[in-house]
């Protein structure tokens, strides 16, 4: 099996750095050494097959996005990105695992959804990858089939409370689902938006004219995801199951997950890089030559961007440091402008919903350490450790440390990266939400289960190096 040693860089976990060598053998870490250190007497760098050079530079865990929609159909379309295209664009930016959504909706048999999923993605993607299950129909075959996602190693599943007739479950619905999160430990994750009531806001909004990208944002208020965030959290607590709402973007969401962490509750919060950076006001009410008043489609996601007036990025930012918020993953969804987001050019409630960042999300959130809004060794626990812990792969993933899969990143933090332009990126998109952003930083190397995919911006891996993961329960609970 080949050897490789990483010489010279700074090892960063999310407890701590410090100056080490990291030796591999085949997939696996199998040592982490003090500099320049000799194995039993043999000099590494002259035994091992390949020695990467990281001086001056972080050697971190591969970043793990734990919320992808690759293929996901909405509203008459799919997300732009396969699992092939996808998948390599992540491993560009240095994310080495992906979780995936498999998708059941009403009147389909969930084993068929992950079945369908597995068909997707076998043999296509770049880098590891797991499901959580989408519920879309929450019903007696689909709650009774639950519990046997935990050895198919699906670990976690989704529920809406926004789409109503798509991916919508009713309170009763969601306190079915809970009982049973609660039984077997199958984490919920929620999607919390109030989607009844926005669906009334947004066809009062396009009566009245306005149709234009700007007032998908006006119609999700802030205080539709409080209320449904706060709803969440009260069924979490009356049934018990552990709770990850997905997407915040709310300041006033994320109080109410602090208040119930305070309270003791097993409840966890995701934010994503467009909450932390983009807002209601530059972005979905962006004008442009091309598109008028439509160039806000680019940003149409749901949660929504918020106002940068009412200050909820500088709050995300916040609640990542204090631990409000554990975890940064994308919800990647790209779709194109051409034939996809133009879908809703006459009505903003015909846009499907979803920004493409799977590429990029490492790069946006070491911008937290250059700015110092985060610790380096937070950065690592929000965008690798943690999704890890929370969602059952931890040891193997997350870490740097003997045992584990050698996924592995070499990030320079005095290189520079344009991360958005259309040309330059490698997500199947016609355009790209980034588009101008600056990245003080660089992913150098890019190491997936001890396999070298990426180095000095060219790529060297190839579809099927992922391989499907099993995941156990969550590491992650209180
Ligand atoms: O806009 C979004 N978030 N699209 C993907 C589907 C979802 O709700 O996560
Ligand atoms: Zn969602
Ligand atoms: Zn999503
Ligand atoms: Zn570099």
């Known amino acids: ?197 926005i669906d009334v806001l947004a066809e009062q909004l396009v009566a009245k004219g306005n149709t234009s990208p700007y007032f998908h944002g006006k119609a999700r208020a802030w205080q539709m995801e409080e209320e449904a965030t706060h ?15 997905v997407h915040v973007s709310a300041k006033q969401a994320v109080e109410q997950l602090a208040w119930a962490r305070d309270n003791g509750q097993n409840v966890f919060g995701e934010t994503c890089p467009q909450y932390l950076y983009l807002s209601l006001e530059e972005q979905l009410g962006a004008t442009s030559e091309e598109w008028g008043d439509f160039e806000g489609a680019k940003w149409v996601c749901s949660t929504p961007l918020r106002s940068r007036a009412e200050g909820h990025q500088d709050h995300m930012w916040q609640a990542l440091r204090t631990n409000d918020l554990q975890m940064v993953s994308t919800d990647h969804c790209p779709f194109c402008m051409k034939d996809q987001k133009e879908l809703g050019l006459a009505d903003f409630r015909a846009i499907p919903n979803g920004i493409g960042s799977v590429e990029h999300r490492m790069n946006l959130m070491y911008q937290g350490v250059v700015t110092g809004e985060l610790s380096l060794e937070r950065f690592v626990e929000l965008t690798s450790t943690t999704p890890a812990r929370m969602f059952g792969m931890y040891g193997k993933k997350g870490v740097i440390q003997p045992g584990a899969d050698a996924d592995i990143v070499v990030y320079d933090p005095n290189g520079h990266t344009s991360i958005g332009y259309e040309k330059t990126h490698h997500m199947n998109m016609d355009h790209s939400a980034w588009e101008g952003y600056e990245i003080d930083g660089h992913v150098d190397t890019v190491i997936a289960r001890g396999k070298i995919i990426v180095d000095d911006d060219q790529y060297l891996g190839s579809k099927g190096d992922g391989k499907y993961l099993k995941r156990g329960l969550s590491q992650y609970l209180l």
């Open 1 to 197: 099996m080949a050897t490789t040693l990483i010489k010279g860089g700074t090892v960063v976990s999310a407890t701590g750095r410090g100056e080490a060598d990291v030796l591999i053998d085949g997939e696996t870490i199998v040592a982490v050494l003090a500099p320049g250190s000799e194995l039993l007497g043999t000099d590494l760098t002259a035994s091992v097959d390949t020695v990467v050079d990281a001086t001056g530079k972080y050697v971190i865990p591969g970043g793990i996005d734990a919320h992808t929609h690759m293929q996901l159909p909405f509203g008459g379309t799919s997300a732009s990105d396969t699992f092939e295209t996808g998948t390599r664009a992540a491993a560009w930016g240095g994310t080495t695992t992906i979780v995936d959504f498999a998708v059941q909706k009403y009147g389909e048999r969930v084993e068929d959804g992950l079945a369908h999923w597995h068909e997707l993605a076998a043999g296509n993607c770049a880098i590891d990858y797991g499901f959580h299950q989408i519920i879309g129909g929450v019903d007696e075959d689909s709650l009774a089939a639950m519990p046997r996602l935990i050895d198919e190693g699906v670990s976690s599943f989704k529920l809406f409370m926004a789409y109503p007739g798509v991916f919508y479950s009713d309170d009763a619905q969601i306190l079915k689902a809970m009982q049973i999160s609660a039984e077997t430990g199958l984490l919920t994750m929620m999607h919390a938006e109030n989607g009844p009531a």
């Open 231 to 245: 709803r969440a959290i009260m069924l979490s607590n009356l049934t018990g199951a552990p709770l990850y709402v």
